[in-house]
């Protein structure tokens, strides 16, 4: 099952990541990191009226945690602020189009974490993607 | 010390977690840096402990009470004589590592390290001896300085005859890098630090399972480890003290078994060890490390070392072998059996997936607690392939495929 992780495209979006990198004055800027592995991901968005204009991100770590980063860059960029506020777990996983392992969760929603604490630094609720996973 | 010379196929059916299946494959564990399996012998006394004889210790005259109390202090003893301290009263249970560590840089940190005053610890230290002492230098206004690490893995002697001059009142560094496998020259940079007095606190968590250690020939000062890496249960840890410093450190913990006398406002300690420790011990788990280390000293640590340096010195042969790969640390001389490595760009994460479900390999992936160690090389993660004294070189073999089916399922 685990080899379905390293299907083509994850390791394209790996090794060649979309909205790699960061902007000069971003809007929204959040980081985070994960303590157990040390995966690294920062996330800038720009946003113009109710729309998310640009997003980068940069970050260091396995081939889900950077694959998701990139996937998630693409699929939020030209949305509206209330279609990303509502994207979940499931939109990531979908996108990935992999099972995921419970040990490697925390990989696969190292950006969805990032891009909600983005949010609500910019004051815009988010769901609780902690709690959905007791 | 006596012992049987065992082969590695006999040593291996003594631990019943190795004859399981993961992923409907053998098997192959190279994580013992973090946490060793468990001979039958350790489990089964833990076992006969709760089924035969379980009483609080230090408290009863019954019959289970004086046992229990006599396994605890015997296991104490055997610990003792492991190590070769004088004493049995100088082994000071714990939970691991980090807390005998941490009791050291509360109870002797807070009553001998005032402002100013210097603490040199080195660039490949594990968290556990690093954060204590940032805590320490926090509450105490004192400084640290650390002992840099060279390309290859070993620690700059130059620097730390430097830094030794300066006057440090502590020295707590590695016996054995967890990362790098590198086994640091401690009975030089000991004598060293003693020469410009200074103490020294020896982790000691990856050199006590894997190769001899005499605290007395050290003439070391502090040594901390942790019975789960070398054989034993989880929950048990050992803080080793010279006599003098242990008998004029204030408590780390109150509670029962440590006292001597408790007044309302004011209580009297209770003897070494027990003045360290608080609250009812971890019995089973005493017992249990005991029995680990009578296993160990039935193979005999030469012998377990010597066994190790082979599987090392094997594992790096064959590591060096698979292209884009790099190995972190010093050549085989100076290594105990631990190899952190990188492929190609395939993050350690993902090699850790792999080679689990491909091959049934558990290695360990990421920073391994020691993120300064990984900044100074420039990575944010490494993976960790360790051994033991049950790894055959099958295993390595079974690896080594397991690395070429990864390359494979990244394209490479």
């Known amino acids: 099952m685990s080899m379905d ?6 390791l394209d979006h790996y090794r060649n990541p979309r909205n790699y990198g960061k902007l000069d004055q971003p809007d929204v800027h959040a980081e985070d990191s994960n303590p157990l592995c040390g995966d690294q991901l920062a996330m800038d968005l720009l946003v113009e009226g109710d729309c998310i204009k ?7 770590g396995c081939a889900i945690s950077q694959a998701a980063a990139s996937m998630l860059s693409e699929k939020i960029e030209g949305k509206t602020v209330r279609e990303v506020v509502a994207l979940g777990k499931d939109d990531v996983l979908e996108d990935l189009g992999i099972d995921i392992s419970p040990a490697r969760t925390k990989c696969a929603f190292l950006s969805l974490r990032v891009l909600h604490r983005g949010l609500a630094i910019a004051g815009l609720e988010t769901p609780n993607i902690d709690e959905e996973e007791e | 010390m006596a012992h049987v010379q065992r082969t590695v196929e006999e040593i291996r059916a003594d631990f019943p977690i190795l004859s399981r299946r993961v992923h409907d494959k053998p098997l192959v564990y190279l994580d013992s840096t973090a946490s060793s ?11 006969t402990y709760y089924r035969t004889y379980h009483a609080n210790v230090h408290r009863g005259v019954y019959a289970l009470s004086e046992e229990a109390t006599a ?5 104490r003893v055997k610990v003792a004589r492991f190590i070769h301290a004088r004493q049995s009263k100088q082994v000071i249970f714990t939970r691991n590592t980090s807390e005998s560590i941490n009791l050291v840089a509360y109870s002797w940190g807070n009553a001998n390290i005032h402002a100013g005053d210097l603490i040199i610890l080195s660039e490949m230290e594990h968290h556990s001896n690093l954060v204590p002492w940032q805590l320490l230098a926090q509450r105490a206004g004192a400084r640290l300085e650390f ?10 002697q130059d620097i730390y005859a430097q830094l030794l001059q300066q006057g440090p009142r502590l020295v707590a560094i590695t016996h054995m890098s967890n990362v790098l496998g590198t086994i640091n020259p401690v009975q030089e940079m000991i004598a060293q630090a003693h020469a410009v007095g200074a103490l020294v606190l020896l982790d000691a968590a990856q050199s006590v399972p894997h190769l001899p250690v005499d605290v007395q020939a050290l003439d070391v000062d502090f040594l901390c480890f942790s019975a789960h890496k070398m054989l034993g249960p989880t929950g048990i840890g050992v803080l080793y003290g010279k006599r003098n410093l242990l008998e004029a450190m204030p408590p780390f913990m109150g509670g029962g078994d440590m006292i001597r006398k408790v007044g309302l406002r004011e209580s009297t300690w209770n003897d070494l060890p027990w003045k360290f420790e608080a609250g009812t011990p971890a019995i089973a788990e005493a017992i249990g490390l005991g029995v680990a280390v009578d296993y160990l000293n039935e193979l005999g640590m030469e012998n377990v070392l010597q066994h190790e340096r082979e599987i090392t010195a094997y594992a790096m042969e064959q590591l060096q072998s698979v292209p884009g790969l790099t190995i972190y640390g010093p050549t085989t001389e100076s290594r105990g059996g631990v190899i952190s490595f ?13 080679l689990d479900q491909e091959a049934g390999v558990a290695i360990r992936a990421g920073h391994h607690c020691a993120q300064p160690l990984m900044e100074r090389y420039g990575l944010s993660a490494t993976a960790r392939a360790s051994f033991y004294v049950y790894t055959i070189k099958e295993e390595i073999d079974t690896l080594v495929q397991g690395l070429h089916k990864a390359k494979t399922i990244f394209k490479l």
């Open chain 2, 71 to 75: 396994a605890m202090e015997k296991a």
């Open chain 2, 37 to 47: 399996q468990k001979p039958l012998s350790v489990i089964e006394s833990m076992n």
């Open chain 1, 5 to 10: 992780y390293y299907r083509e495209y994850i």
């Open chain 1, 54 to 60: 640009e997003v980068r991100f940069q970050g260091r």
């Open chain 2, 342 to 354: 990188t492929l190609d760009d395939i993050h350690p994460h993902d090699l850790a997936s792999i």
């Open chain 2, 147 to 156: 002992i840099p690490v060279t390309d290859d893995g070993l620690l700059r």
